[in-house]
């Protein structure tokens, strides 16, 4: 007769999963260890809508400060922070990082920016001439 533990892991195997909960570290391997940055915040991107999901998945998600799909939020690491994406954790994905890669929301804009096609060398305008 099997164990319960295994017919256990043999359900949760079996379960199809919306998005897998991810918790990544945005480190490399390759740098040593003793001169990496602590990770404090997670990064959190709201991978699933909640369209359709009861209230109280939808105010986790307005606590945690995301309203749309694709949007990322950093908040540090604590138990409060870490229970509130326990509870949405098939809508989001969730990555350690360091303080030094969190970005404000107008970061996260500028960054997204295209680069300009054309560079300005010079104007008559800014030369005080003219047209």
């Known amino acids: 007769m099997a164990s319960?533990?295994?017919l256990?892991?043999?359900?949760?195997?079996?379960r199809p999963s919306l998005i897998s909960f991810t918790l990544r570290n945005a480190s490399t391997s390759a740098s040593p260890a003793s001169t990496q940055e602590p990770l404090t915040h997670y990064r959190i991107t709201?991978?699933?809508?909640a369209i359709g999901l009861p209230e109280r998945f939808k105010g986790?998600?307005?606590?945690?400060?995301?309203?749309r799909?694709?949007?990322?939020?950093?908040?540090?690491?604590?138990p409060i922070n870490a229970g509130k994406i326990l509870r949405v954790?098939?809508?989001?994905?969730?990555e350690n990082?360091?303080?030094?890669?969190?970005?404000?929301?107008?970061?996260?804009?500028?960054?997204?920016?295209a680069v300009r096609g054309y560079k300005v060398v010079g104007?008559?305008?800014a030369d005080g001439q003219v047209i």
């Open 4 to 6: 319960t533990s295994s």
């Open 8 to 14: 256990l892991r043999a359900k949760v195997l079996r």
């Open 46 to 49: 709201l991978r699933r809508s």
């Open 60 to 67: 986790t998600l307005v606590s945690l400060g995301i309203h």
């Open 69 to 78: 799909r694709m949007q990322t939020v950093y908040h540090e690491h604590n």
């Open 89 to 94: 954790k098939e809508l989001v994905e969730v």
């Open 97 to 113: 990082v360091p303080a030094s890669a969190v970005r404000t929301k107008t970061e996260q804009r500028l960054e997204r920016k």
């Open 123 to 125: 104007s008559k305008l």
